[in-house]
């Protein structure tokens, strides 16, 4: 009976401080952690934004600037830019997805050309998509290379 008073009266404080002081060591081991791991996020986040800002679409790469952009790529490379026909928009709640379609006539190592310079050079959005096809052209007696290529950019709202 004496130990159990003895434990209320003396060791069930020191005890519980005990465990408080062990659950107040790790929260404030966490809060020194906490800038370190914002500034972690920080630099995520921009080198992310950065990332999509190269498909971003603003004013500047609108339907008319890239028509604008890759006919001075085809004409000053020996490819005929047959059409460019409308746009398709996908929406996903925040952003929207536009897919442009370009339709080009050429030889292959200059439809090539067109689609590195789309990709890497130009910045007027993702590659989704390259398909090349031929076929006979009887009135011209030749074979005609195309190629479709698809360019997306994002809108966020």
């Keep these: 009976m004496l130990a159990l008073l003895l434990y209320k009266l003396a060791f069930s404080n020191t005890i519980n401080l005990f465990f408080e002081n062990g659950e107040l060591s790790q929260q404030l081991e966490k809060a020194n952690h906490?800038?370190?791991e914002m500034i972690l996020l920080e630099n995520k986040i921009t080198s992310l934004?950065?990332?999509l800002s190269r498909y971003t679409i603003d004013s500047l790469k609108n339907k008319e600037t890239i028509?604008?952009?890759?006919t001075g790529f085809c004409s000053k490379n020996n490819i005929y830019l047959r059409e460019m026909p409308s746009e398709?928009?996908?929406?996903?709640?925040?952003?929207?997805?536009?897919?442009?379609?370009?339709?080009?006539?050429?030889?292959?190592?200059n439809l090539t050309?067109?689609?590195?310079?789309v990709?890497?050079?130009?910045?007027?959005?993702?590659?989704s998509s390259v398909k090349y096809h031929s076929y006979?052209?009887?009135?011209k007696n030749k074979d005609i290379l195309l190629l479709n290529l698809y360019v997306q950019n994002i809108v966020i709202k």
């Design 34 to 36: 906490a800038d370190s």
């Design 49 to 51: 934004n950065s990332k």
């Design 67 to 70: 028509f604008d952009i890759i």
């Design 88 to 109: 398709g928009v996908s929406d996903y709640g925040d952003y929207i997805i536009e897919t442009n379609k370009v339709v080009a006539e050429g030889g292959f190592t």
């Design 113 to 117: 050309k067109l689609i590195y310079f």
């Design 119 to 127: 990709e890497h050079e130009s910045e007027l959005g993702r590659v």
């Design 136 to 139: 006979h052209d009887h009135q």
